[in-house]
């Protein structure tokens, strides 16, 4: 698999803009959050200093408030949108109006480990601001401190049209938004995509924020949408323990005993999200109280948060032994024995080997290490097969969404080749 191995590294440095990296060029042509992440991840592999500016760069875009957005608009190109000027955030370098799953601190801690002397200053210099952004999603997405995360916007969860969100999203009036020209659809098979009423009401959402202002709490408690998220909870409540072992390793205490108050109450929160009936997590709608109604991906993530309780750890298994045996290519977004599983439209369905990673990961460190395995093998399979795309069809692991794309390359350095086994 070598060859895979090199084509992975010539996709990164495609990417690579010169310290920061898109995700795919076209589709989405400025830095991200969470794919700066993993392109972190798949730097190490063969480049571990440009992987600490993958991570440094992506803090340029870090508000006063501590939140680190999940859009940094690194040209003013009419390429992608929503642009800055819709977003209207006031910000230096531009960027959008809220977060994106925080995966930077698990990432920082793994590039530390790699060469502690290397990189004790950079990790020093970075822990205030990692601090800083996890305080911003314990204070603002979860004012009540109940232990889970919601997300404001369907984008904020890094799964832009997952079933999780269609109660919540129904109540969202999309009457009178701004006319505007999606860029998405004229790169990729709108089939693909998120539908035309999604947009309608993600805009309306924009709109709203920046009427308040970006008040982030208020935009929490009042905005038209509030869904606590297991992925966000999840994916915090691991990088809450990765910053608080770095804090510990670093000699900063203060740090180290704040974030451990966090760990605590999500191990709490947790229980807010588990439904009996789904024998699974799942998202809560926060203004009504509805769960959703089907199991999806980040359900599997309590192993990765290190979230565990026996009896429910046991009933989750089952349900991700189901799921697997019914999409025989990685971990659907969505259950395929659902009536709104749709194979090939985004987080509708797909499998995501970015998502197979941290579920993988999760497993394996648990000690679940044959189911561990066959997510692994199942990724592996996909990008021998496909390529590398954003996603891919979970039944015959055809590929979907955009091509050479940064974050599936990174996993499979960082995780699926061979070379790693």
């Known amino acids: 698999m070598a060859d895979l191995d090199r084509r992975a590294v010539e996709i990164m440095k495609a990417n690579d803009r010169g310290g920061f990296t898109v995700p795919s060029a076209g ?6 959050n969470w794919d700066s992440a993993f392109a972190a991840l798949g730097f190490a592999e063969f480049d571990l200093d440009r992987a600490w500016t993958e991570i440094e760069t992506l803090f340029e875009g870090q508000w006063p408030n501590g939140m680190v957005p999940h859009i940094i608009f690194r040209h003013n190109g009419a390429d992608y949108f929503p642009g ?23 990432v920082v801690r793994s590039l530390f480990e790699r060469d502690r002397t290397a990189g004790a200053a950079r ?15 314990h204070e603002t997405r979860d004012p009540e401190g109940r232990g889970v995360i919601a997300a404001t916007h369907p984008w904020e969860s890094g799964r832009d049209n997952a079933p999780d969100w269609d109660g919540a999203m129904a109540k969202v009036d999309p009457t009178g938004v701004t006319p505007y020209d999606r860029h998405d659809i004229h790169q990729v098979d709108p089939a693909m995509r998120p539908t035309q009423e999604d947009y309608d009401r ?48 670093l000699g900063e205490s203060a740090c180290a005993r704040e974030v451990a108050t966090w760990v605590d109450r999500a191990a709490e929160g947790a229980g807010l999200l588990w439904q009996d009936r789904l024998r699974s997590y799942a998202a809560l709608d926060l203004r009504d109280g509805r769960p959703a109604d089907g199991v999806s991906s980040v359900a599997f993530l309590a192993f990765f948060a290190g979230i565990s309780d026996p009896r429910r750890d046991a009933r989750l298994l089952a349900t991700l032994d189901r799921v697997l045996s019914a999409a ?50 199942d990724t592996r399979r996909l990008i021998e097969g496909g390529g590398f795309y954003e996603y891919y069809d979970p039944r015959d692991g055809s590929g979907a969404g955009g091509g050479d794309f940064t974050w599936t390359a990174a996993v499979w350095l960082a995780w699926a080749s061979p070379s790693k086994a």
Not at 27 to 32: A, D, N, S, T, V
């Open 27 to 32: 589709l989405y042509p400025h830095q991200w």
């Open 84 to 106: 800055p000027s819709v977003w209207g955030c006031e910000q230096v370098p531009p960027t959008s109006g809220h977060s994106q799953p925080p995966l930077a601190a698990t």
């Open 123 to 137: 990790a020093r210099a970075l822990l205030p601001k990692l601090l800083a952004w996890h305080r911003w999603f």
């Open 202 to 249: 993600y805009i309306r959402i924009i709109e709203w924020g920046r009427a308040a202002a970006w008040d982030h709490l208020r935009i929490t408690r009042e905005g038209p949408l509030a869904v606590a998220d297991p992925g966000l909870t999840f994916i915090l409540t691991r990088a809450d323990r990765d910053l608080g072992a770095l804090a510990e390793t």
């Open 328 to 377: 025989p290519f990685g971990v659907p977004s969505f259950d395929p024995a659902h009536p709104r599983f749709d194979a090939r439209r985004y987080w509708r369905g797909p499998s995501w080997p970015v998502m197979n990673y941290l579920i993988g990961r999760g497993l394996e460190e648990a000690g679940l290490v044959d189911t561990a395995a066959r997510v692994r093998a």
